[in-house]
């Protein structure tokens, strides 16, 4: 009996820690600036021939503004948690930095959340 009861919680310890690695993936792509105002960006997805995927739009807090100004057409990288509601447009649930790199200067521009 004791060692059913061990087994027991050694399983749902096992799937417990199974589940929130599962959680913890995060992802860094790239994406195209749609559309800019001084609160919010929208970026679409790149395709593999550089284009945007227009199908696959998300709206992000625009942490560029006022020190670095994002125009259409920009590409910026977001490190984000993983996950995605189903919204149009779509938004992160959590994003961990954004970034821009300027080709022209060869500065990079990193925001983080607060």
Do not use: H
């Amino acid at each position: 009996m004791k060692k059913n009861i061990a087994l027991v919680l050694m399983l749902v310890c096992l799937l417990g820690l199974v589940g929130c690695k599962a959680d913890s993936k995060s992802s860094v792509e790239s994406f195209v600036v749609m559309e800019v105002t001084e609160n919010n960006l929208l970026v679409s997805k790149i395709a593999e021939d550089g284009k945007a995927i227009e199908t696959l739009r998300y709206s992000v807090p625009n942490w560029f503004n006022p020190n670095t100004e994002i125009k259409e057409g920009y590409k910026i990288t977001i490190k984000y948690n993983g996950i995605v509601p189903e919204t149009d447009p779509m938004q992160f649930t959590e994003i961990i930095y954004m970034e821009y790199w300027d080709k022209e200067t060869g500065l990079s521009t990193v925001v983080i959340a607060d």
